[in-house]
């Protein structure tokens, strides 16, 4: 130490011309922050949820969008725009500008396997749009639905590498999964699980995200004016449950009552006035598995039109949130230089309601259908937070108006092909018109490296990148005749079809959406041919009468199948369970303690109770007698289980739908006294296969207490409002407390699967 000292005695005492080294070659500072090119537009891209083609104004349908209107007006639409049929595939596709299998978003992240093509897994050389825009000086920020990071990385503890921060974005406000209640939304602020406001009977989520969108872009034009902006505004809306403030809904009171086949023949018509449908189109028969609206008694009637009169409430209400963002864009002078790519759904509408619609999609999901006497006594309930609803089939089929078919079926156009606008006013000058170049959501993030002038690296963080599938659209701002894409393979759940070059070959769909269950054979379907350059709508199957053709698009399809790791075709949702065990932080643990916390837990963190015997032991430490508060919940209202403490009693609940032999209570019959306790539920599983019964056993203290049979459990899915120890998120398991409803003393609970 006394060396050192010593040393540096001496060097401070020598000359500064001594001590100075070298002169250096570039004066000292920073390198320099990447920078858009001169003249980029800001970018702003909105994708709703489960709209079908013909559900807006803007592209002829019953429910009036007037953003939409209004970006049309100023912009292009597009009319032979498509997407992947299912909402984690498209957003996949759009991110990153390849094909879903390709980045292996094959299905929704939910169910997904162990397969190249299916796990969910966005891999490091699929580089997103965000990121690109990002590197190249971009401020990024993603307000809305995040479906695209695999469920078992949706905890407190990430990894966070797949979260839309790691994925280019700044900033990121939303939640991550299939769907979120508007009234109860499971929120996420960059990579913190955060609560809405409780109990607040004015809040909504599609005024928060407008709401944070609009704050996000007045900091971003404060902190970094010189900046351009992307915004990626995916809000959820119209993906069920269908939610919407009442007075919204009640604007279309009446507005459906001429029914389902009606309303195709008008929205039909205003579709050729409008010039999105050609003159000579054919409007497709109404499939034989969906009710003629004229063969309903007069009480679904009156249901099945409240049920789309809630849809119609919360579509609008969602478009009419955009506009005040782009009134934010509008008011700090960068509208004319901001592209805004406005994509009217990730699929087409959605048929998952079933043919009788549902109050509880959760359950509807699990095949769990409601008695058309049980929905309409909840009919006053549908839009509000009080239900989980979902419209009928036959309102889907009229939302993709004129095509068959609807979501999850990508072999037609229904399921695939969705209104697109695109605006740009300092750029696109043929405003109002057309556009019929055939096109897909891969092509979007191409056009947005062309436009802004930006190439597509070849690495990134050191890795090498994966080619784009898309091709730029930006040739279409100024032609109608610009070339679109020649071929494009389409795949979900064995629905599948091939394009190329005018024609469609598109298998006949033998497992509908409200069939989940079905067991099917993909190999065994049947196949169909479209000439779609003059027959828009694939009304006019020539299969029969041109085999050749329909032979080699179909092997045009096995060659595209091969190339992005479709292969081997499967057709049930539930085939796609057997890919092997998945990942997960509890994975190979049948012994787990959870202590409180102040965020919830995503399901896909928290022990699977479904399905099999397990036993839980809550240690709580009582400071009064005759405490009330949560010591566990899952889910919520709409399909979960929790153990709660009510006046002192020990109250295990279970709910499986919202029907009421669908519910469980099991109570102990006396109060706890202040101090420590043990309470044990012990659950035997009647096994057999998926969502049998049991019977739950309840101990306190060491002693039984009482035990009750659960006739039939979930199979499926929770409600997605996630878990928590010591309060509960969301809603109510049951409706003897509100939520957060804390319980002070709970230590930990341990969980044992068997």
């Not at 998952?352 to 259908?369: Q, R």
């Not at 092509?443 to 490296?449: C, E, F, Q, R, V």
């Not at 096995?558 to 479709?566: D, G, I, P, T």
């Not at 279970?654 to 099991?666: A, E, M, T, V």
Request: aromatic share 10%.
């Amino acid at each position: 130490m006394l060396a050192t000292a010593s040393a540096l005695a001496m060097l401070c005492a020598l000359p500064a011309a001594a001590q100075a080294p070298a002169a250096r070659a570039t004066a000292p500072g920073y390198a320099p922050s990447p920078r858009a090119p001169q003249g980029a537009p800001n970018v702003l891209i909105i994708m709703t949820d489960d709209v079908g083609f013909a559900a807006s104004s803007t592209f002829g349908g019953p429910i009036p969008t007037l953003t939409f209107d209004a970006l049309a007006a100023q912009g292009l639409r597009y009319n032979r725009f498509h997407t992947t049929a299912l909402c984690s595939p498209t957003r996949a596709a759009l991110l990153t500008g390849r094909n879903h299998h390709a980045v292996n978003a094959g299905v929704v992240s939910e169910i997904a396997t162990g397969r190249p093509g299916y796990n969910g897994i966005l891999p490091n050389d699929a580089v997103t749009f965000g990121r690109v825009l990002k590197d190249n000086g971009y401020s990024t920020a993603f307000i809305g639905k995040n479906h695209s990071t695999p469920d078992w990385e949706t905890g407190p503890e990430g990894p966070f590498e797949r979260w839309p921060n790691g994925l280019g974005f700044d900033y990121f406000f939303g939640f991550n999964g299939g769907e979120t209640d508007q009234w109860a939304p499971a929120l996420v602020e960059n990579r913190n699980l955060i609560e809405p406001p409780t109990n607040d009977p004015k809040y909504i989520l599609d005024h928060d995200l407008a709401d944070r969108t609009v704050s996000w872009l007045r900091t971003q034009s404060s902190a970094a004016p010189d900046k351009p902006f992307l915004v990626y505004y995916a809000p959820g809306t119209a993906h069920g449950p269908h939610h919407a403030p009442r007075e919204w809904i009640d604007r279309f009171k009446g507005q459906f009552d001429q029914g389902w086949d009606k309303m195709r023949e008008e929205s039909f018509a205003r579709q050729k006035k409008l010039g999105v449908v050609p003159a000579n189109a054919k409007l497709t028969p109404r499939p034989s598995q969906i009710p003629a609206w004229s063969s309903l008694s007069p009480d679904q009637r009156r249901l099945y039109a409240r049920m789309m009169e809630v849809y119609a409430g919360a579509l609008a209400y969602s478009d009419n949130q955009m506009s005040r963002v782009i009134d934010e864009i509008r008011q700090e002078g960068k509208l004319d230089n901001t592209l805004i790519i406005y994509i009217q759904g990730d699929n087409g509408a959605s048929a998952e309601g079933g043919l009788g619609g549902t109050t509880n999609e959760m359950a509807g999901l699990g095949g769990i259908y409601e008695p058309t006497d049980f929905t309409l006594s909840k009919i006053d309930t549908l839009g509000g937070p009080m239900a989980f609803g979902h419209y009928p089939v036959g309102w889907a089929w009229a939302m993709d108006t004129p095509f068959q078919w609807s979501k999850q079926v990508a072999s037609h156009l229904g399921g695939v092909r969705n209104g697109m606008v695109m605006s740009w006013p300092v750029r696109i000058k043929d405003v109002g018109q057309v556009r019929s170049q055939f096109s897909h959501v891969v092509d979007i993030a191409p056009t947005l490296y062309d436009v802004i002038g930006i190439k597509v690296p070849a690495s990134v963080d050191g890795a090498p990148i994966k080619p784009l599938d898309g091709k730029s659209l930006a040739a279409s701002f100024t032609s109608k005749t610009a070339p679109g894409r020649d071929v494009q393979y389409f795949e979900m759940f064995g629905n599948r079809a091939i394009y190329d070059h005018g024609w469609m070959a598109s298998t006949t769909p033998e497992r509908l959406p409200w069939t989940p269950g079905k067991d099917v054979d993909a190999a065994k379907f049947k196949w169909e041919l479209y000439n779609l350059d003059k027959d828009f709508t694939q009304a006019d199957d020539l299969a029969a009468k041109l085999p050749k053709k329909l032979a080699d698009l179909q092997a045009t399809f096995e060659a595209e199948a091969q190339r992005n790791n479709v292969l081997p075709v499967q057709a049930s949702i539930f085939d796609r369970l057997g890919g092997g065990i998945r990942p997960s932080p509890l994975q190979g643990r049948s012994q787990l303690r959870f202590y409180p916390s102040e965020t919830r837990y995503p399901n896909g963190v928290f022990p699977d109770i479904r399905n099999r015997s397990w036993k839980l032991s809550a240690a709580v430490k009582l400071g009064a007698d005759g405490e009330s508060g949560t010591v566990v919940t899952q889910g919520g209202r709409f399909g979960g289980w929790g153990l709660v403490m009510l006046s002192g009693k020990p109250t295990f609940a279970y709910k499986r739908s919202s029907l009421p032999q669908d519910q469980y209570r099991l109570e102990s019959p006396t109060a706890l006294g202040l101090g420590a306790h043990r309470i044990d539920l012990d659950f035997v599983y009647d096994g057999g296969g998926m969502g049998q019964g049991g019977v739950v056993t309840m101990s306190v203290d060491g002693v039984e207490v009482g035990a009750t049979r659960l006739d039939k459990t979930v199979a499926g899915a929770w409600s997605l409002e996630g878990a928590a120890v010591g309060w509960d998120s969301g809603t109510p398991v049951i409706e003897d407390y509100r939520v957060p409803f804390p319980l002070a003393g709970v230590e930990h609970v341990d969980f044992t699967l068997k």
